[in-house]
């Protein structure tokens, strides 16, 4: 794969250019989805709302998440140069220098680190495990093993915990129910992303379905994990969970989401093509969302 010929704050991009690569380097609209959950873990935890830490933690998040797909780019872009779905990433192209990227990166992981433990010395140090079970771990592995999507599930769940810890600088049953609905959902949503993405994933030699095949059981594995992230999503309506609660109501709109995600699930083991994996892959990105919105307002409604 060609180097880019551009250095930092040098070569012959606009700045409108560079912007807009150091937009797809830190993957913006991932990272946002990302930071949604941090809020949502934040206003769930909070008694006394606190701007200036809701601004660190947006900020610091986006920072620290920003830099990890930063990184997780500069070290597969030459397999990002094979894919359809990731040829035109500013380090995959050539648009931007290793250099340059590993500047943005580590710029954006040190502000972020920074923003994060002006809140509290936890939020950052799992802000900072983030980044190095992403970076150092999940990325190496992603192309030796499916198991990495189990790895990557870690750093992928810590967003929604990380908001609660960011509000009590506490850990917790609470943030660690959070962790657990976040973890779980990965599974199904992931592997509906293998799956329709799938010759695309093997041109780079990636093959992250649990049985390395769009097969039965990869199917089956996925309801199965659809189903424990229902049911951990529910556990808040039993009253273990400390001050994480869920009322019936609130529980039952929940199990619905479930439903319709386990619905698509379901729809994929019958007809395992890729258009079944797109309609469940969505659906999942609407999942976790909604699920965080009903907890929002359970803690603010009842």
């Given at each position: 794969m060609k180097e880019s010929s551009t250095t930092y704050l040098g070569g012959s991009r606009t700045l409108q250019a560079r912007l807009s690569d150091y937009t797809q380097l830190l993957?913006?609209?991932?990272?946002?989805?990302?930071?949604?959950?941090?809020?949502?873990?934040?206003?769930?935890?909070?008694?006394?709302?606190?701007?200036?830490?809701?601004?660190?933690?947006?900020?610091?998040?986006?920072?620290?998440?920003?830099a990890s797909n930063a990184f997780n780019q500069?070290?597969?872009?030459?397999?990002?140069?094979?894919?359809?779905?990731?040829?035109?990433?500013?380090?995959?192209?050539?648009?931007?220098s290793v250099t340059e990227g590993l500047i943005v990166s580590t710029l954006a992981l040190i502000a972020g680190a920074v923003l994060l433990f002006r809140i509290n010395p936890m939020s950052a140090y799992f802000g900072l495990?983030?980044?190095?079970?992403?970076?150092?771990?999940?990325?190496?592995?992603?192309?030796?093993?499916?198991?990495?999507?189990?790895?990557?599930?870690?750093?992928?769940?810590?967003?929604?915990?990380?908001?609660?810890?960011?509000a009590t600088n506490d850990f917790d049953i609470e943030p660690g129910l959070l962790f657990a609905v976040q973890f779980f959902w990965q599974f199904p949503h992931f592997w509906a992303i293998g799956w329709v993405a799938y010759e695309d994933y093997a041109k780079a030699g990636y093959y992250l379905l649990p049985t390395r095949k769009r097969d039965q059981?990869?199917?089956?594995?996925?309801?199965?994990?659809?189903?424990?992230t229902i049911f951990v999503s529910l556990l808040p309506v039993f009253s273990f969970t400390g001050a994480l609660t869920l009322s019936i109501p609130s529980a039952i709109v929940v199990f619905l989401l479930g439903l319709w995600l386990l619905s698509k699930a379901i729809k994929l083991k019958r007809n395992p093509g890729r258009e079944a994996a797109r309609s469940l892959m969505l659906t999942s990105v609407g999942y976790l969302p909604l699920v965080q919105i009903v907890y929002v307002l359970e803690r603010y409604l009842f």
């Open positions: 993957k913006f609209r991932l990272t946002s989805s990302v930071v949604f959950s941090a809020s949502a873990g934040y206003l769930l935890a909070t008694d006394s709302f606190n701007w200036s830490v809701f601004v660190a933690l947006v900020l610091g998040g986006f920072l620290t998440v920003g500069i070290w597969e872009r030459n397999r990002d140069a094979l894919m359809n779905r990731t040829k035109n990433r500013p380090l995959a192209a050539g648009r931007m495990l983030s980044v190095g079970l992403y970076t150092l771990v999940y990325t190496p592995m992603k192309a030796r093993t499916p198991w990495a999507v189990f790895v990557g599930a870690f750093p992928g769940a810590i967003p929604f915990m990380l908001g609660w810890v960011a059981t990869s199917a089956n594995l996925i309801i199965t994990y659809t189903i424990w």
